[in-house]
């Protein structure tokens, strides 16, 4: 599953099928054809793990993103295939300078509250979000400077520096009605945006919504009566997988999603599928002075130093799919069809000869020691993931044949931002950055370090990355931003900063229902079946 990086909605400028961007699937066909479709009804789903805060200027997990996703709206949407169209915005126009960005805005939107949308609100939006002052996911997303300022249905949003991707980057936020954005404790239990599905009431593990009536702006003209909508919205926390399995086969949940074991059981009955890619094989490492991953030898000899092929086939459940690119999710800004960089190969007699450059000299007990202190590596990983656990054992096994000493720590939700941003008590693990854009990833690679309240928790200071992004920052359109992204996403990989060994498709399994995944399940996009 998609864990241990969880990258606000916002951020992810913040699902692939087999193509770039959503996947669907079917072994045998539960779904319906297009326009045997049911008005009404109630569409449930199960999300896990449990969820803590819905505040959408401040939840960070993606099952608490999911739920926001029901009842707050973008300016600009992007669908499956990455393609953006006009949502809460009819059209957009990036300014000469790329300093600046001007939406012409929809008439008639309002909020869950019966407030109207205007581009004041939209800006007052974005100017919460640039205000230091106040609690937000965005803080180090939006660029320097970010002014915005509305009159009538014009929003006007400059920055300081020039930045190609600025409108993608402002049309992915999530709009809150005014009294949300003066009182963001009112929407834990209650939502006022402009969506589809107003939140009505909140329950300890059930979140439920109602279909408005007068809802007539969503993308590719959907409306409060557009046909297959459901009526209402039942979003369940369910952590077990074989409980929403079965909740599925019995046909009281439309959705959920499944990995493991458990997905034998729902193909062999024949159910559609929407997916995103999970990076779920991808390593990171803790390269602070204090850390024997802080020196590059010895990241290239843990990368060289396992079998990288049975791990790909254990780490995916036997589903490994090919990661060409260290983007995953909408809107695929700067995404590759084909690999920029060289992925090593497994070779253990040259990772034997870096620890040995290295200074980790194999002793006569066969355990490979520097100064006095043996070489054990802290690898981390999800807890709830089987195959987490199984392909971690897998590499302590063949680490163990060159000298290294792993020890295996499961972690849970907490413990995950604990080790990463607060103890950095950990050498590399199972730990993946899933995002839509080289933007986002800059600010674990180049960003401040969470000591200084950034997300490079990893530690990364590249000179070499750090040279491409700045020119990429400065260059005067897209294409060229992305060329230089695509030498900063090189240098990370073959710097050994991260190994992109396999992603998985990451399934939302299909019953009573249609839909259509992004970064997340689309509310505009179901349609319930007969």
Request: hydrophobic fraction near 40%; include cysteine.
């Given at each position: 599953?998609?864990?241990?990086i969880a990258v606000p909605v916002g951020a992810g400028l913040v699902v692939l099928a087999m193509t770039l961007a959503s996947c669907s699937g079917s072994a045998g066909g539960?779904?319906?054809?297009?326009?045997?479709?049911?008005?009404?009804?109630?569409?449930?789903?199960?999300?896990?793990?449990?969820?803590?805060?819905?505040?959408?200027?401040?939840?960070?997990?993606?099952?608490?993103?999911?739920?926001?996703?029901?009842?707050?709206?973008?300016?600009?949407?992007?669908?499956?295939?990455?393609?953006?169209?006009?949502?809460?915005?009819?059209?957009?126009?990036?300014?000469?300078?790329?300093?600046?960005?001007?939406?012409?805005?929809?008439?008639?939107?309002?909020?869950?509250?019966?407030?109207?949308?205007?581009?004041?609100?939209?800006a007052a939006n974005l100017n919460y979000h640039a205000d230091p002052a106040n609690a937000t996911v965005l803080a180090d997303v939006l660029p320097a400077g970010l002014k915005?300022?509305?009159?009538?249905?014009?929003?006007?949003?400059?920055?300081?520096?020039?930045?190609?991707?600025?409108?993608?980057?402002?049309?992915?936020?999530?709009?809150?009605?005014?009294?949300?954005?003066?009182?963001?404790?009112?929407?834990?239990?209650?939502?006022?945006?402009?969506?589809?599905?107003?939140?009505?009431?909140?329950?300890?593990?059930?979140?439920?919504?109602?279909?408005?009536?007068?809802?007539?702006?969503?993308?590719?003209?959907?409306?409060?009566?557009?046909?297959?909508?459901?009526?209402?919205?039942?979003?369940?926390?369910?952590?077990?997988?074989?409980?929403?399995?079965?909740?599925?086969?019995?046909?009281?949940?439309?959705?959920?999603?499944?990995?493991?074991?458990?997905?034998?059981?729902?193909?062999?009955?024949?159910?559609?599928?929407?997916?995103?890619?999970?990076?779920?094989?991808?390593?990171?490492?803790?390269?602070?002075?204090?850390?024997?991953?802080?020196?590059?030898?010895?990241?290239?000899a843990l990368i060289l130093g396992f079998n990288h092929e049975d791990t790909a086939e254990v780490v995916s459940g036997g589903r490994p799919v090919e990661l060409t690119s260290?983007?995953?999710?909408?809107?695929?800004?700067?995404?590759?069809?084909?690999?920029?960089?060289?992925?090593?190969?497994?070779?253990?007699?040259?990772?034997?000869?870096?620890?040995?450059?290295?200074?980790?000299?194999?002793?006569?007990?066969?355990?490979?020691?520097?100064?006095?202190?043996?070489?054990?590596?802290?690898?981390?990983?999800?807890?709830?993931?089987?195959?987490?656990?199984?392909?971690?054992?897998?590499?302590?096994?063949?680490?163990?044949?060159?000298?290294?000493?792993?020890?295996?720590?499961?972690?849970?939700?907490?413990?995950?931002?604990?080790?990463?941003?607060?103890?950095?008590?950990?050498?590399?693990?199972?730990?993946?950055?899933?995002?839509?854009?080289?933007?986002?990833?800059?600010?674990?690679?180049?960003?401040?370090?969470?000591?200084?309240?950034?997300?490079?928790?990893?530690?990364?200071?590249?000179?070499?990355?750090?040279?491409?992004?700045?020119?990429?920052?400065?260059?005067?359109?897209?294409?060229?931003?992305?060329?230089?992204?695509?030498?900063?996403?090189?240098?990370?990989?073959?710097?050994?900063?991260?190994?992109?060994?396999?992603?998985?498709?990451?399934?939302?399994?299909?019953?009573?229902?249609?839909?259509?995944?992004?970064?997340?399940?689309?509310?505009?996009?179901?349609?319930?079946?007969?």
């Amino acid at each position: 599953m998609k864990r241990s990086i969880a990258v606000p909605v916002g951020a992810g400028l913040v699902v692939l099928a087999m193509t770039l961007a959503s996947c669907s699937g079917s072994a045998g066909g539960q779904g319906s054809p297009e326009g045997d479709y049911v008005s009404g009804g109630t569409f449930t789903q199960a999300i896990f793990p449990e969820v803590g805060s819905i505040i959408p200027m401040t939840a960070t997990q993606p099952q608490e993103i999911q739920i926001n996703t029901y009842a707050y709206e973008t300016l600009i949407y992007t669908d499956a295939e990455g393609e953006q169209s006009p949502w809460l915005a009819d059209s957009w126009e990036l300014g000469d300078d790329g300093k600046s960005v001007t939406f012409e805005l929809k008439d008639g939107v309002t909020f869950h509250d019966g407030s109207e949308f205007t581009a004041e609100v939209a800006a007052a939006n974005l100017n919460y979000h640039a205000d230091p002052a106040n609690a937000t996911v965005l803080a180090d997303v939006l660029p320097a400077g970010l002014k915005a300022t509305g009159s009538g249905s014009t929003l006007e949003v400059t920055a300081d520096a020039s930045d190609p991707f600025l409108a993608s980057i402002v049309g992915s936020i999530m709009m809150v009605g005014e009294a949300g954005l003066e009182n963001p404790s009112s929407l834990e239990e209650a939502s006022n945006g402009t969506g589809l599905y107003e939140l009505t009431d909140v329950k300890a593990d059930r979140y439920l919504f109602e279909a408005r009536d007068d809802y007539t702006w969503g993308p590719n003209d959907v409306t409060s009566d557009t046909v297959g909508l459901p009526g209402s919205l039942e979003i369940s926390v369910v952590t077990d997988t074989s409980t929403r399995t079965n909740l599925l086969l019995s046909g009281e949940l439309n959705a959920a999603a499944v990995e493991g074991p458990d997905q034998d059981r729902i193909e062999a009955a024949g159910y559609e599928f929407a997916g995103i890619i999970n990076p779920i094989g991808q390593m990171l490492f803790n390269e602070r002075a204090d850390r024997p991953t802080h020196d590059p030898l010895v990241r290239e000899a843990l990368i060289l130093g396992f079998n990288h092929e049975d791990t790909a086939e254990v780490v995916s459940g036997g589903r490994p799919v090919e990661l060409t690119s260290w983007i995953t999710d909408a809107p695929f800004t700067c995404f590759s069809e084909e690999p920029v960089w060289d992925r090593p190969d497994s070779d253990t007699e040259r990772a034997a000869e870096l620890l040995d450059e290295a200074g980790w000299v194999e002793g006569a007990d066969g355990q490979r020691s520097k100064d006095g202190e043996p070489l054990t590596i802290n690898f981390i990983y999800d807890a709830t993931s089987t195959a987490h656990a199984s392909a971690a054992e897998l590499v302590a096994e063949d680490w163990d044949e060159l000298g290294i000493t792993t020890e295996l720590i499961a972690m849970d939700g907490a413990s995950w931002s604990e080790y990463l941003y607060e103890t950095f008590d950990y050498d590399t693990g199972w730990i993946q950055i899933g995002v839509g854009s080289p933007v986002t990833q800059d600010l674990f690679y180049g960003g401040a370090f969470p000591e200084e309240g950034g997300l490079n928790f990893m530690g990364v200071d590249d000179e070499e990355y750090n040279a491409f992004a700045d020119q990429a920052r400065a260059a005067a359109d897209a294409d060229e931003a992305c060329g230089y992204w695509q030498q900063a996403e090189k240098t990370v990989v073959e710097n050994f900063h991260t190994l992109l060994l396999t992603g998985t498709i990451r399934p939302t399994y299909m019953s009573g229902a249609t839909f259509e995944i992004t970064d997340y399940l689309q509310p505009v996009t179901i349609r319930m079946t007969e």
